[in-house]
């Protein structure tokens, strides 16, 4: 993740939908399909849900209830697990907010936490990738976290207390982010000039590193994340934060990147007397963090590139063509191949002649203004003649919020369209162009541009393909984020147009452009195939260089995928990686403005058609293993406390390999702090750091099991893999699920994996198997997952007892996510059959005296006071057959109050309430 604490980095969302009224991303506001972006102010924003409050539930005492329930007991939830359901006491709807402060240093004896370790020595066993999976002594799966910037550099009396607490929570691994971004002590370079590394920043790792490997934590290290190279080099400044995509053409940066990587792999740690190439803790290196030809906005930063890296890429297009084609006629037969005249234009007044009476806005136009943006439309002139002048009162920084549209433009899917306008503005200024759907889901249908404009009138001309049948299809002008006003006029759609080799153009000759305006078919696909191979070439040279010249054994992936060019790219990588948020915050005004911010408070839960883990699931590649390097569902979502749950359940399912949770800390020496204090960090976040021994049981532990389906599928089925994958990239862009086909519920019922080519079959997968149903009712979701070492639940308290057949209910909070996990390493034991069963329960998550805004969407800097608090679960669980006690735990995992058990026949009953204090519920089966 690129992310900016105290004025580092830019950030992205996974929950990228274009709302009603407003464009598909431009330069300045787009995102990836499903996902998120690079700038806060290119961020796509996600549907506003105004959700009914619950309604409270009629009170009734456990005791009347219980004896309705236990006659209506038709059988168990899941065979493995006979016996039990859950019931929630009646009680009105209320906020019970409970102090949850989980200590910095716990007592690793407590039941709870993880005591089972192996370190790892010099001598250990590597981390392995055989076929699919990890593998280290037998399968392993990754449970593992990020730290960012200073928390990478742990004090050396603080890192043996951090790596114990990550180890007691089931944590084997961290990944080090974000530790090229900053200088000392934020990061690893000098406070000096920022060119050498920082002798105690590398002390400190190095300590680190070895207490991470004593409490048996493997370490990934990013080698690159936000170092600029290129300012270091002396180099022209690069129009991408971080040197991103031209940091994978350019020799320089590439060489660049070499020499940090030999100076950190080939470092010896003093503490474990080897190289990080050579340390069994070492397990994984990661190229570059988020970067690729085919990224956010890719398309708009190749257009824009400044000359010095612009010519570089354009001596390798040409000299790619060479090799590629025995002539310039062969070339021009090639690109000219079924172009199509420009047609009748479908839009209507696009001169701007007619306006509606008694409004100013032109007849057939539809002027949006949004967030109290104002504008004023009038009659202006151009050499042409009509045109429409454009004078903005107010403007913010997303541009979106003001935009002049038309609808009702029809589409045809692969048809190529020309879309032309001319302007003019009083100053040099921007302005976006999307071609997209008219009505939900808003999406992009081929074209998403940002325009420069000067004082002076220019025609502008932009050929696409549309991505998808439409009948109701618009064109967005969009203007917001900045006040300059302009003209405009002639804006013209039409199919065709389409331009092959020009007759100035020869690659002999090096002239061929990388872009030109209205490209035939055949010379976009030729393009996006020769960035393909680019990009892939980078990683693979990348990977040899660590693992050949270096002699890095640590197993290595280039970056995460972006869409099927992106997956074709990372296919010889050791492992292949992905990212994903679920409503990331947007920031309306500057980037990473800590005061100026906003949240949808929508949980994933409610909307599963837009979920984050689905998107994941279509970018697992045949035979490789498959991780997720970030994920997080932000602070401070109402329904945050859904994320490690989904996550770990889901891809337990889906059988993945590693997940690192985004993230642990930011912080270098605050690891004492009693309070949430940002989006991401879950060291005191109680909603994400309360589930993770739970996650720690449901994934790494594999008390779920996968599913039993196993089906796989090719992307591309010509022989010419790349200019398949590209005609699937040129569709779908990143959007892999679209890519695959991979229908939704599908993906719930079995695991569905997708291959480049020439690889269509299923296996069979013998075991006991798991149940998941997810489903929305009058937009309250319910999240169900049943296996045999586990139980997880996530949803809306009204839903709880239809869609588990009565085997749930939950009087309060109106939305809860439920756990039941084994405790102990009985493998394979039914949780039914299990000595210790935690109950892991939790609402929403605040501070004391958090300043919500009306609409909860913000908090502003206003995070509150210590402590961070729960909302606690209240209700009650009837166990599993046999004798029990419970304990109430303390946030430290103690002991804290015996909760009382009532038997009505052979049925225990265990009631929870915010009395306790608590989320953590230990069962303890008696001895007879």
Known sequence: MNIR???????????RITPPGRPTPTSENR?????????????????????????????????????????????????????????????????????????????????????????????????????????????????GVNLCFGANFPTHEDAPKVAARLAAAGVNSV?????????????????????????????????????????????????????????????????????????????????????????ILTHVNPYRKVRYAD?????????????????????????????????????????WLNQRYPSDEALAA??????????????????????????????????????????????SQSPSGDAVKVDIDKANQTQWHLQLTQGGLRVTEGRYYTLSFEAVAQAERQIGCVVSQAH??????????????????????????????????????????????????????RPGGQVGLAESESPRANTVTLFRDSESMARILDRMVFLAETEKAYFDDMRSFIKNDLGCAALVTGTIVFGPLGLYAQSDMDFIDSHAYWQHPTFPGRAWDGNNWLIQQRAMTDHPEQATLFRIAAERLLDKPFTVSEYNHPAPLDAQAECVPMIASFAAAQDWDGIWLF???????????????????????????????????????????????????????????????????LKHNANMLAATGFARDALLKGQRIAALAGRDGHRDIVGPGTQIAWTVENGRGMYTLESWGALVYTGHASRFQNATGGKIEIAQPAFAALTMTGLGGEEWVPLGKRDRILVTACGRCE?????????????????????????????????????????????????????????????GILNLSPEYGTMWYLLERSTP
């Open 5 to 15: 604490f105290g004025g580092l980095g830019v950030s992205r969302a996974d929950n």
């Open 279 to 319: 340390d069994p803790a070492i397990a994984f290196v990661e190229i570059t963090n988020e970067n690729s030809l085919f990224m956010w906005d890719a398309e708009e930063t190749l257009r824009t590139l400044p000359p010095y890296y612009a010519n570089i890429l354009h001596g390798r297009f040409n000299t």
């Open 31 to 143: 995102s990836r399909a499903g996902t998120w972006t690079r700038k806060a102010q290119r961020r796509k924003q996600p549907f506003h849900s105004e959700e009914p409050p619950m309604k409270p539930r009629q009170t009734t005492t456990i005791h009347d209830r219980e004896r309705r329930r236990i006659h209506g007991l038709a059988r168990a939830l899941v065979p493995a697990m006979a016996g039990i359901s859950l019931l929630m006491a009646g009680s009105a709807l209320g906020q019970d907010f409970v102090p949850f402060v989980i200590p910095a240093e716990i007592d690793r004896a407590h039941a709870i936490w993880m005591n089972d370790h192996k370190p790892i020595t010099v001598d250990s066993k590597r981390v392995e990738a055989l076929g699919s999976h990890f593998y280290q002594s037998g399968r392993l799966r990754i449970w």
């Open 175 to 263: 990944r080090l982010h974000h530790m090229d971004t900053a200088r000392w002590p934020r990061g690893i370079w000098n406070t000096q000039d920022g060119r050498t590394l920082e002798p105690e920043a590398l002390d400190r790792l190095d300590f680190f590193i070895n207490e991470l490997a004593r409490c048996g934590i493997w370490v990934n290290v990013n080698l690159h994340v936000g170092y600029k190279h290129s300012e270091v080099l002396g180099l022209p400044e690069t129009n991408r934060e971080f040197d991103k995509i031209s940091g994978i053409f350019t020799p320089a940066l590439i060489d660049a990147q070499k020499r940090y990587a030999r100076e």
């Open 440 to 493: 939900s889901p808003w999406a992009n249908l081929g074209l998403s541009r940002s325009v420069d404009l000067s004082t002076e009138w220019r025609t502008f001309e932009f050929g696409f393909v549309a991505t998808a049948d439409d009948d109701n299809a618009r064109i967005s002008l969009s203007f917001s984020g900045d006040a300059t006003p302009f003209c405009l006029t002639r804006v013209e759609l």
């Open 847 to 907: 501070n004391v005296g958090m300043q919500f805004s009306a609409d909860r969407r913000t908090v502003g800097r206003n995070w509150g006071k210590a402590p961070v608090q729960i909302e606690a679960v209240r209700g009650s669980l009837v166990l599993p057959e046999g004798k029990w006690t419970c304990q109430a735990l303390a946030p430290d995992g103690s002991p804290k109050q015996q909760v009382p058990i009532v038997y009505e026949g052979d049925k």
């Open 663 to 729: 993230t642990y800390s930011h912080a270098t020496d605050d690891w004492a702090r009693q309070t949430m204090s940002n989006f991401f960090d879950m060291d005191t976040n109680p909603a994400k750091w309360g589930f993770m021994r739970a996650g720690t049981a449901i994934f790494r532990d594999r008390c779920v099991a996968p599913l039993n389906g196993f089906v796989y599928s090719s992307l591309a089925k010509d022989n010419d893999v790349a200019a398949g994958l590209a005609t699937l990239h």
């Open 334 to 379: 090639a690109w000219d191949k079924g172009i199509e005249p420009l047609r009748e234009d479908m839009v209507t007044n696009g001169r701007f002649i007619v306006w509606e009476p008694g409004r100013n806005v032109p007849k057939q136009w539809n002027l949006e203004q949004h967030e109290g943006c104002q504008v004023r439309l009038s009659r």
